[in-house]
């Protein structure tokens, strides 16, 4: 069993930046592929950005691409969200999620850190 905290979220002005973490225990992290996921009031949950659990492909979605980094550091079973040049639109949950690279039934989720975007 993987349990999963992020933190990192808050209120943050229009064009601002803000560093979600996502803290993993209960199992191998290195063997999990790693997403964030948000979602925002009355929206589905939608994919933000994937890193596989080497580090070595990372994918964004088209509306973060260019301003979101994705990232990990296995030693510390850790993943991270840089986000920066916020939008208000950027506002919702923000989520962590983890799959065995080989077991796509062994999958996880954080509670969620909320991010708002505001002036």
């Known amino acids: 069993q993987v349990q999963l905290v992020e933190s990192g979220g808050g209120l943050v002005q229009p064009g601002g930046s803000l560093r979600l973490s996502c803290a993993a225990s209960g199992g191998t992290f290195s063997m999990y592929h790693m997403n964030w996921y948000r979602q925002a009031p009355g929206k589905e949950r939608e994919l933000v950005a994937a890193?596989?659990?080497?580090?070595?492909?990372?994918n964004y979605a088209d509306s973060v691409k260019g301003r979101f980094a994705i990232s990990r550091d296995n030693a510390k079973n850790a993943l991270y969200l840089q986000m920066s040049s916020l939008k208000p639109g950027n506002t919702a949950v923000y989520y962590c999620?983890?799959?065995?690279?080989?077991?796509?039934?062994?999958?996880?989720w954080g509670q969620g850190t909320q991010v708002t975007v505001s002036s």
């Open positions: 890193i596989t659990n080497t580090g070595g492909t990372i």
């Open positions: 999620y983890a799959r065995h690279y080989s077991d796509a039934f062994r999958y996880y």
